[in-house]
Structures are given as C-alpha cells and as structure tokens.
T-cell receptor, first 116, second 112 residues
Framework: GAVVSQHPSRVICKSGTSVKIECRSLDFQATTMFWYRQFPKQSLMLMATSNEGSKATYEQGVEKDKFLINHASLTLSTLTVTSAHPEDSSFYIC????????????FGDGTRLSIL | DQQVKQNSPSLSVQEGRISILNCDYTNSMFDYFLWYKKYPAEGPTFLISISSIKDKNEDGRFTVFLNKSAKHLSLHIVPSQPGDSAVYFCAASNSGTYKYIFGTGTRLKVLA
C-alpha cells in the first residue's frame, strides 16, 4: 500500500518552456502533498506544502509564480515550472501523506528536469 | 544551518553483520523521526519511524534508537543483506508542522 506515482520521470526541454509534473496517490487519499527539490549530493529540500482545495504554502526563497502548485483532488497534485531556465534543472520529487502529523510521507520516484 | 546531519557519507558492511547508521539533529522541537531508503532512480521508501516519547522502535531487522539528550538517532540493520545496499536518509519533524528536514544521506554497501 501507500503508492505514490510521479510523472514524467524525466524531462528535457528548451529554455522558456513550462513543464508540468504530476503526483498521484494511487491507493490512499492524500490530504497533504509535498514538493521537494534535490541538488546533487545534497538533501531533499522542501519547496512547498499543499492541502487539497487550498493554496500551497511555499518555503522561504521559493518563487510561487515560478513554481505553480495545484492540489485539486485528494489524489492529485501538480507542479508547473513556468518559463523554465537552465538554473531550474534539478531533481523534483513529491510526497503524500494521508493522515495526521505522525503519519509518514510516501514518495514518488521523482522527475529529472533538464533545461537546455 | 543544517538541522539534521548524517556525518558519514558512506559505510561498508559485510553481509550478516550489523549496519549502524547515525544521524544528529540540533532542533529540540523535533519530535518525530524517520528513516528512508533510496535506490538509484527511485524515490525514498519509508523504513521506520520513532516518536520522541520512545527511545526504541523495532520492525524486523530494523531498529531505530533515539537519544533525546544527545539529539542523536541511529538505525541498526541486523543481519545486513546485499539488498540493503542503498542510500539511507534520516528525517526529523515537529509534528505540529508536517515539515520534514532531511539529512544528506549515507550510502550503505553490504558486501557479499
């Protein structure tokens, strides 16, 4: 149980393109979903937290107009990197939690984004 | 300011022996701790967690120990198996915030 599917797994596109990444909880209802970014040899850094039906809460230093998050249902959250540039190239990974604060987050397999 | 630290980037252990992975934290408000395992090209997989009201939690071959006074937790894997070879991340949170702070990971290699 507790499967989170993230799609696509890899994206290569030109600078200026907007890229949408989907995160789905397949076998549970995710009241809260999280988006992380990981740079090489560094830990996962939380970008934003989203609750179904409400606006995402962004971490300090994360541009909300650059990284648009939508959590329209209890099983789907999307991250759109708008007008992506080479410095946005990174590994993006989502997680989902179905319960209270002491329920573990379950992660997708991540998306490797490369902007040329 | 790194609030969660895994000071050993890598660890090699012989198959059948114990693997001990360590994690230190600085924020005394953290009250929930987790260990995740990550294989290449996959997302982290939840292994085991512990609440600050406990000092030990066991699940099969995996045991997590929490020393609140030292702000230290460790993951013990006994016996270690080649399939345990992966990167292990510890994470900490304040249960009031839902936010996880991750360490930088320790790469475990179990030698057959």
């Amino acid at each position: 149980g507790a499967v989170v599917s993230q799609h696509p797994s890899r994206v290569i596109c030109k600078s200026g393109t907007s890229v949408k990444i989907e995160c789905r909880s397949l076998d549970f209802q995710a009241t809260t979903m999280f988006w992380y970014r990981q740079f090489p040899k560094q830990s996962l850094m939380l970008m934003a937290t989203s609750n179904e039906g409400s606006k995402a809460t962004y971490e300090q230093g994360v541009e909300k107009d650059k990284f648009l998050i939508n959590h329209a249902s209890l099983t789907l959250s999307t991250l759109t990197v708008t007008s992506a540039h080479p410095e946005d190239s990174s590994f993006y990974i989502c997680s989902a939690s179905g319960g209270g604060p002491n329920q573990p987050q379950h992660f997708g397999d991540g998306t490797r984004l490369s902007i040329l | 300011d790194q609030q969660v630290k895994q000071n050993s980037p890598s660890l090699s252990v012989q198959e059948g022996r114990i693997s001990i992975l360590n994690c230190d934290y600085t924020n005394s408000m953290f009250d929930y701790f987790l260990w995740y395992k990550k294989y290449p090209a996959e997302g982290p997989t939840f292994l085991i967690s512990i609440s600050s009201i406990k000092d030990k939690n066991e699940d099969g071959r995996f045991t997590v120990f929490l020393n609140k006074s030292a702000k230290h937790l460790s993951l013990h894997i006994v016996p270690s198996q080649p399939g345990d070879s992966a990167v292990y991340f510890c994470a900490a949170s304040n249960s009031g915030t839902y936010k996880y702070i991750f360490g930088t990971g320790t790469r475990l290699k179990v030698l057959a």
